[in-house]
């Protein structure tokens, strides 16, 4: 298994990517853990706040696993799984919170930033690279949370954000030395999950209506899916 569940007291969840060795590059089963996951937690009644972590300091996600060896029907099979991972980290009901640190590139940046609270580790290294592979992805999530002017100029360029300059952009709410960051967000997990559990979900679900979140994933795994199946596709092994 490549993805850990914990379940603290009082409904805080625990997903920790475990593939220190890649970086915690997401492979075809790690995808299918994820979302696996996600779907069972969205209908966990007792969730109160979902945090998403690493068991490496190292790396929070440095993206796709590249090297895995796919053929087309396959590699089209896991830009499938991104897109219903995306759908699934948008549609969990409770808050979720990213304790980022080290590498969160392409996939690991779109992660983060699909998360309603992230924790950063001062080894920050936050990176939207789809504009050198041709990938279709970033606008959608990126543009609300720094607005259209700065979006561009990171998804454009790809160029690496580190702790200070992303909490100087609102894009991280706390940051914290990269072996304390997982504690960190659970504190603040702590924090919300101390709120009415109905409050929270509702207001969950009012934020996702006036951002109109979920039209804009769907538009953007509607571009990736066609990157995948008539373009030039996710390099791959």
């Not at 089209?76 to 995306?86: H, I, N, P, S, T």
């Not at 969990?92 to 983060?112: D, K, L, Q, S, Y």
């Not at 970033?138 to 580190?162: H, I």
């Amino acid at each position: 298994m490549s993805v850990l569940r914990e379940r603290h007291e009082h409904g805080v969840e625990l997903l920790r990517i475990d593939r220190p060795a890649n970086r915690n590059a997401l492979d075809s089963s790690t995808l299918r853990q994820l979302v696996m996951a996600l779907t069972e937690l969205s209908e966990d009644s007792a969730l109160r706040v979902l945090i998403l972590s690493t068991t490496s300091v190292d790396a929070f996600c440095a993206g796709a696993d590249v090297t895995e060896p796919l053929d087309t029907e396959s590699g089209v099979a896991r830009m499938e799984a991104f897109a219903e991972l995306y759908h699934r980290l948008e549609h969990v009901p409770v808050p979720t919170i990213a304790a980022c640190v080290g590498a969160c590139v392409g996939a690991g940046a779109e992660i983060v930033a699909g998360c309603d609270l992230r924790v950063a580790g001062d080894n920050l290294k936050l990176a939207w690279a789809g504009a050198r592979l041709g990938v279709p992805v970033g606008p959608a999530r990126l543009t609300q949370l720094v607005g259209l002017s700065r979006a561009k100029e990171l998804v454009y360029t790809g160029r690496t954000v580190g702790a200070a300059e992303a909490a100087s952009y609102g894009l991280v709410h706390r940051v914290t030395p990269a072996d304390q960051t997982e504690t960190a967000a659970v504190e603040l997990a702590d924090q919300v999950r101390r709120q009415s559990s109905n409050g929270v979900r509702d207001l969950k679900q009012m934020f996702r209506h006036l951002e109109h979140t979920s039209e804009r994933i769907a538009y953007e795994n509607e571009r990736l899916l066609d990157f995948q199946r008539h373009g030039a596709g996710l390099p791959h092994g």
